[in-house]
């Protein structure tokens, strides 16, 4: 079991404090991003022979009470793919994708939903809310029904219908907020302080941070116990950036790894807050989002403050992405690595090129591209290739529509 024996709360201009009472910097979550700190050494990670391959095997570093974990879906060990015709394509040999798409709803987020409703079975809270442009909520409805737990989610009004229609099946109940977004989150936030629900929203609950980390150990695994020179990852909140670099932090505490990788957060064009932040070296200022990639379209980023200290820690940096260049990554990554990514998760993709004109990447580094939710649950964006001619069962008809000969 993994017991936090300190924790850092990190404020948004950027002032930090460090309490050895744990108890206390998660009653301040609501003032600032609080981290979790464990007692870091090799024995911490599991062995090699373990045979367990979902994310409960790095349960040494989370906040997991002993004994049996009921949660029922399997979540984590998802693929770390190197695809051929991809890396041919990009012209680069030691790319890598962590395909996220592989989880119990398609996305990263199922990581930390299955931690909180771990949390919420042993401390027997019933009902676990959130806000969410989609993913998460879809996540928490999924999961939420298979613990036999009540979800309640807050979305903007304008959540993408397929998402919604997920949300439904699995049983959550769902309110859409008419304001967006933000006054999603806010009244989330007041609606599980007044009504004691789990709070299990992206960025003020640590145990999101802690079960994101866990990609950065798994990618850490699958390259042979070694880490990446680069991570390009998708930013809305900024939580899933600052989890990544959380992991290595701790692989490094634990005497594994001699450092973190350089990490690239993308933001589409039409909604950059954390990137404008960055560049001009002032407060993030909330913006109104114009882009199709609803997974990270958040104007008023929640750990904004902390992707930005973490991405600095690690010598990365920021780009942004065009709508028209996320669909272009959505269908390479399609046709050339056979990876049906959200426009969200193509857009970490997309910023590749970028990334190496700013100097941040280059044609040699092993680079870890963060595919994090999959287009099954917004296939309006999939574009058909080609046609699908209709024929008569005869191989005559097979041979003339495929123009070959006998």
């Known amino acids: 079991m993994g017991t936090p024996v300190a924790a850092t709360v990190l404020y948004d201009d950027g002032a930090t404090r460090h309490l050895d009472d744990v108890p206390t910097a998660l009653h301040l979550a609501g003032d600032g991003r609080v981290e979790l700190h464990y007692e870091y050494h090799a024995r911490a990670l599991p062995a090699r022979s373990d045979e367990r391959r979902d994310f409960w095997r790095y349960r040494a570093l989370l906040p997991i009470e002993p004994g049996p974990v009921p949660y029922p879906l399997t979540v984590g060990g998802t693929p770390l793919l190197a695809p051929p015709e991809l890396r041919r394509t990009v ?10 798409t592989r989880s119990p709803t398609g996305s990263n987020k199922d990581r930390a939903t299955a931690l909180i409703l771990q949390q ?29 737990k009540r979800a309640v989610v807050f979305v903007p009004a304008s959540v993408a219908a397929s998402k919604l229609a997920l949300m439904l099946s699995a049983g959550a109940t769902v309110l859409r907020v008419k304001e967006g977004y933000a006054e999603a989150f806010r009244l989330s936030r007041e609606a599980a302080a007044f009504f004691g629900w789990c709070d299990r ?6 145990f999101t941070l802690d079960a994101k980390k866990t990609v950065a150990f798994e990618i850490w695994e ?12 998708p930013v809305g909140d900024g939580t899933t950036l600052s989890a990544l670099a959380k992991g290595f932090r701790e692989l490094v505490a634990c005497g594994v790894a001699s450092g973190v990788p350089r ?5 589409a064009e039409g909604c950059q807050p954390i990137k404008a932040a960055w560049e001009t070296e002032s ?19 929640i750990s904004g403050v902390m992707a930005i200290r973490d991405m600095r820690r690690s010598g990365g940096g920021f780009v942004a992405v065009s709508d028209e260049e996320i669909l272009v990554a959505l269908r390479t990554l399609a046709s050339r690595a056979g990876v049906l990514a959200e426009p969200a998760a193509a857009a970490s993709f997309a910023g590749l090129r970028s990334a190496m004109d700013a100097g941040l990447l280059t044609a040699t580094d092993r680079v870890v591209v963060l595919i994090t939710g999959s287009a099954l649950k917004t296939p309006q964006f999939l574009e058909p290739r080609g046609s699908a001619p209709c024929v008569d069962a005869t191989l005559e008809a097979v041979r003339n529509a495929l123009r070959v000969g006998r």
């Not at 919420?120 to 909520?137: L, M």
């Not at 990490?263 to 933001?267: E, H, N, R, S």
């Not at 200022?285 to 104007?299: F, L, R, S």
Request: aromatic share 2%.
């Open 201 to 206: 929203n992206t960025g003020v609950n640590p």
């Open 222 to 233: 699958q390259l042979g116990r070694e880490v990446p020179d680069a991570l390009v990852v």
């Open 91 to 100: 012209g680069m040999a030691n790319l890598w994708l962590k395909d996220e």
């Open 120 to 148: 919420a079975i042993n401390e027997g809270i019933e009902t676990i809310s959130c806000a969410s442009t989609g993913n998460v909520a879809v996540s928490l409805a999924v999961g939420a029904a298979a613990a036999g």
């Open 283 to 301: 407060a993030i200022t909330p913006t109104q989002p114009q882009t199709i990639a609803d997974g990270i379209a958040v104007g008023a980023p």
């Open 263 to 267: 990490i690239v957060g993308v933001q």
